[in-house]
């Protein structure tokens, strides 16, 4: 018989975990799910746009009824628990529906903290968490014309906004002097307070609620300073309060919260709990990001896999007030341990503040202009030293990146829904909006799969995490500590570091060492654990063949009607006209669809069957050119200008150079792919300061450039230093290459990685660290040993032959 | 009446003419069909086309018994050719047996 698992609370946290389980255990359990609400699960987040009128209940459903059914749960909604037994394993209901488990799950929730004053039992008060709530407020909104909502936070000003929109008069009353004091410091209050005011809010601030006036419904509240508002409608809306009463009485430890360790169980071993009702590490969390950690982790150990742990989260906040553009995380208020960095723009409306601790964010909080809240987030819980890009922090990653696509349309509220986000894929902001509240998303991975926004090139990312926010009020993109992918726990860095620490040397000793979930891995990991293998053990590791994408497994590179291109490697760009001849010879020859110049000083035959590859490499290799490597994560061109020999400004031989570490460093494998260019002169025609590594030759000697991106986000390089001499060069050249390769995540390029990582480290790797400089030289040398070999060549030989024919023809 | 459906099994191979987590290709007269090795030793077979931009789904990356398009990275059900939530497409499935170490392809 399956084991039976029972949920308490068809809410957000509970269902998550749910169907996190079945995602790794679909048959495990017998499951049974009880809900006061007499609903299926919800998204709570979206009551507000509900009361704006702005969504239908049903367009806010997550599961439906059918959901349970297609998963054989048992649902019995509208049906409170009122007693656990935990002798007999069993919960009862109160109408006397008993159901048994050999595990419970617990996620009540919370419950709206009523101020106990005298009236506040009347007719007409009421709290904002439910739906029910939400139809009574409408029903008043129609009858009644005055509001008051007692509460000036998050869900305060919510209420209020949608109370506004059905067409009452609102006050807010907050006993505070600042609006949303916990998220927000005083300066940002005082401008959200004069946003809404223009809206149409009242406000009444420092202001005591003493009682609720009226006989059967309400009619007033009165103040501490015996004043008097009239209302026919009051919302309390101060706060919520874990919902333990369940939990305690049935004797489980509780102290604001329902006590849970790391693995999300409570003190009593079969019971695991999570979501508002839990207390975890001292803290009781009131937003869905971390539930939704918790979920994870929870379903985890009731998959009995037993290696997911929850160590808390950090949050962030947004205001979802159509037209309020606010942000908060981490501490914004500071201490004597902080500094802060602060802009200022009243008249403009743009408040901007970073609280900084030992050269790290602690905390943030951005008004009027939220552009760039993901960002500082991301710094913030990655722990990024910021003390190199300080004097640009404040004003965004665009002043730091810019990016290509989007024609730098930033401001995802003040977009129109027929807006393009996604220029590869044509997605508009509606579609992402519509998928986000339709289909029950919260992250930008999950947009992603449903409506390809941001799926491809990527350079919409921010602009889709911005319209998640807009639309869900918060962050909800993955932790820091994200795994590798689906198929296990365990991140980049900790499978870099345990193939190093265990020698492993094939993907089966990875898998089987770090418990992969999947018995083959995936499309994502089996190409990155590929990678990590061979730089590892560039002489001793196996190189599988079957983990690499396509391009890589044949040496071309794939186009959209499964034919390929084919790049040969041109030194530095110059060429001869030797190597032309035989270029266009092959063109002929092999009858390709196009031949190209690249925008890397090359020539690309395009359209070449994939039968044909290896005669065409034949052709190629005997006249003495080899792979390019286009299709590689490896690296790819070494981009000159003509320099001294030929140029009236010329400094120094760039193009000699540039040839010279094409030549000691092609068919070297990178976590991405890696470009080089060398310029004669500043005027830098080479453009070596948008690569991976560039070279502007000076009189006095060669600046060094790393970390440059021309791609999707265009980031100039950082310069490394200055050297003398070509030797110099060579060296801090390959240093830098083999210390990329070692430390950077697969599929991070060089630009990503420096902003990561930080320039100092680097320049301390590379620059000061001179014995360590030398040793990573040595190791790239010793790998290149083993790696410099033209693929072509020995494919035209016959090697890997059944890649390139057909296993049969049918009816020839 | 009753229609008689006839069969053709044709030995395109063996087994070890495909690496496994590999695929090879068998042209046929009117299609070209993927056959696929997992790492259990079970084959599969499908038209080579991805349900989204007709993507040859022989070159992409297997695991378990699912194909990854090496286009636009759709994952494929090798048991049916469905598309993997969410995104939606079917493409043509053949069937194909192993006796002893051939591999027999129904078209
Ligand atoms: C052929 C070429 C376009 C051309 O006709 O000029 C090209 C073609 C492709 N580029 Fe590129 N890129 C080419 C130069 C560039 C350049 C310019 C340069 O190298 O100076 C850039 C911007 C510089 C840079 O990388 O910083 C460039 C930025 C990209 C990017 C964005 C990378 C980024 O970090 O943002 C991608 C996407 C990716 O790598 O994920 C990309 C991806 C691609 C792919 C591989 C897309 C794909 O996956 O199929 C295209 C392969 C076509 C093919 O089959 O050959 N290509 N691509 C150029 C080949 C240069 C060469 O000789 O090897
Ligand atoms: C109006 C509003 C706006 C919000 N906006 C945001 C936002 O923008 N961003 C954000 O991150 N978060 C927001 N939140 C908070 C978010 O909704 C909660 O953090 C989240 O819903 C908590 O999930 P949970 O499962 O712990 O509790 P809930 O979703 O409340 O689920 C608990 C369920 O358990 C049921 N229950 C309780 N006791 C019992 C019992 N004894 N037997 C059976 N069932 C029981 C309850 O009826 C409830 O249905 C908002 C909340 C509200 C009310
Ligand atoms: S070659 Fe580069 S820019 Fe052109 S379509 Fe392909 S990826 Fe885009
Ligand atoms: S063609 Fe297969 S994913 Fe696009």
Redesign the pocket.
């Known amino acids: 018989m399956k084991e039976r698992l029972v949920l ?9 975990a749910l169907e996190e389980l079945l995602k790794l255990e679909p048959n495990k359990y017998d499951i049974t799910v ?4 007499p609903h299926p ?1 919800y ?6 746009p509900v ?1 704006a009128g702005e969504k239908k209940f049903d367009e806010i459903i997550l599961n439906k009824r059918e959901w349970y059914t297609k998963n054989n749960i048992t649902l019995h909604a509208g ?4 007693e656990i037994n935990r002798v007999k394993r069993k919960v009862i ?1 109160s109408d006397g529906t008993e159901a048994e488990y050999d595990r419970l799950l617990m ?4 419950d ?1 903290f009523i101020i106990p004053v005298p009236g506040a039992e009347l007719d007409g008060v009421i709290s ?3 739906i029910h709530d ?1 139809e009574q407020m409408l029903i008043a909104s129609k009858k009644y014309k005055n509001a008051v909502v007692i509460g000036g936070g ?2 305060g000003l ?2 209020a906004n949608g109370l506004i929109k059905q067409g009452m008069e609102v006050s807010v009353v907050h006993l505070m002097d600042t609006l949303m004091e916990r998220q927000l410091d005083e300066a940002a209050g005082a401008m959200l307070k004069r946003s809404l005011e223009e809206n149409g809010m009242n406000f009444m601030m420092g202001a005591q609620t003493e009682s609720i006036l009226g006989e059967k419904r309400v009619e007033g509240v009165r103040f501490a300073d015996g004043s008097i508002v009239k209302a026919d409608l009051v919302v309390m809306a101060v706060g ?1 309060r874990p ?1 333990i ?2 939990a305690k009485k049935a004797g489980l430890y509780c102290e604001r919260g329902v006590v849970v360790n790391d693995t999300m169980q409570t003190y009593d071993p079969r019971i695991y709990a ?4 839990v207390q975890h590490r001292e803290t009781c ?5 971390p ?1 939704f950690e918790q979920a994870k982790v929870c379903a985890n150990h009731l998959a009995e896999l037993g290696y997911g742990r929850y160590e808390g989260s950090v ?1 962030s ?4 007030v159509t037209g309020i553009d606010l942000f908060s995380a981490g501490d914004f208020h500071g201490d004597d341990t902080t500094e802060e960095i602060v802009f200022q723009d009243l008249a403009g409306g743009t408040y901007k503040k970073l609280v900084i601790k030992d050269n790290r964010i602690s905390g943030a909080v951005l008004y009027g202009n939220t552009v760039d809240g993901a960002w500082y987030f991301q710094l913030m819980r990655e722990g990024t030293n910021i003390s190199d890009m300080r004097e640009s922090l404040l004003f965004g990653q665009s002043a730091h990146l810019g990016s290509s696509g989007h024609g730098g349309e930033t401001q995802a509220s003040a977009m129109s829904d027929a807006a393009q986000v996604c220029d590869c894929n044509g997605v508009c902001k509606g579609d992402i909006v519509k998928a986000i509240t339709s289909e029950g998303l919260f992250t930008v991975d999950e947009v992603k799969s449903h409506t390809k926004a941001g799926a491809s090139c990527g350079s919409c990312v921010g602009l889709v995490e911005q319209i998640l926010a807009n639309t ?3 962050d909800y993109s993955a932790p820091e500590a994200k795994p590798l992918c689906a198929c296990t726990e365990f991140t980049h860095d900790q499978v870099r570091s345990t193939i190093r620490e265990y020698e492993l040397t094939d993907k089966q000793g990875v898998f089987d060492k770090m418990d992969w979930r999947t018995p083959d891995g995936c499309h994502i990991c089996r190409p990155a654990i590929n990678y990590y293998l061979i730089s590892a053990w560039p002489d001793k590791a196996i190189d599988d063949a079957q983990s690499r994408f396509i391009n890589e497994r044949v040496h071309g590179n794939i186009q959209k009607d499964g034919t390929f291109s084919v790049i040969p490697r041109i030194l530095g760009g110059r060429t001869t006209p030797h190597e032309l001849r035989t270029i266009a010879e092959a063109a002929e020859k092999f009858d390709v669809g196009e031949v190209h110049f690249t925008g890397g000083q090359r020539i690309n035959m395009l359209g070449v069957k994939k039968e044909d590859l290896p005669a065409m490499w034949a052709f190629l290799t005997d006249r003495g050119m080899v792979s390019g490597h286009a299709y590689g994560k490896a690296l790819r061109t070494v981009k000159t200008c003509v320099g001294s020999t030929w140029c009236r400004f010329g400094t120094q031989d760039s193009t000699g150079l540039g040839m010279k570490l094409e030549e000691a460093t092609w068919a070297s494998w990178m976590p991405h792919k890696f470009k080089m260019a060398v310029s004669g002169c500043p005027r830098n025609c080479a453009e070596a300061t948008i690569k991976d590594f560039g070279v502007v030759c000076v009189d006095s000697g060669y600046e060094l450039h790393i970390g440059g991106n021309g791609g999707v986000k265009v980031r100039a390089t950082d310069v490394l230093c200055r050297v003398e001499t070509e030797d110099e060069v060579m060296e801090h050249c390959m240093a830098f290459i083999q210390l990329y390769r070692e430390e950077a995540r697969y599929l991070e390029r060089t630009a990503p990685w420096v902003e990561r990582i930080g320039l100092s480290y680097i320049k301390q790797r590379i620059r000061e660290d001179v014995p360590g400089r030398k040793a990573l030289y040595r190791r790239f040398i010793d790998s290149q040993e083993v790696a410099q070999h033209d693929p072509w060549t020995s494919r035209a030989k016959g090697a890997e032959a059944h890649e390139f024919v057909p296993l049969k023809k049918i009816g020839e | 009446m009753s229609a008689v459906m006839t069969e053709t099994w044709v030995e395109v191979g063996s087994l070890s003419d495909i690496p496994r987590l590999g695929s090879r290709v068998v042209k046929t007269q009117d299609d070209e069909v993927a056959i696929f090795r997992a790492a259990d030793d079970t084959v599969f077979a499908l038209s080579n086309r991805c349900p989204h931009k007709q993507g040859p789904l022989s070159e992409g990356i297997l695991h378990g018994h699912r194909v990854t398009c090496p286009l636009h990275n759709w994952v494929i059900e090798l048991e049916n050719g469905e598309a993997v939530a969410p995104d939606v497409g079917c493409t043509r499935s053949y069937s194909v047996r192993l006796e002893g170490e051939q591999i027999l392809l129904s078209v």
């Not at chain 1, 969390?285 to 990001?289: N, S």
């Open positions: 308490i609370g068809n809410g957000m946290a509970g269902v998550r009880f809900g006061s609400e699960n998204n709570r987040i979206l009551l507000s009361l049906s409170p628990v009122v209901t996620a009540t929730g919370s709206p904002f968490r439910d939400v998050l869900l919510e209420a919520i919902n009463d369940l999570l979501g508002e009702c969390y009131g937003l869905v990001a539930l949050t906040t947004k205001l979802k869900l009020g918060g």
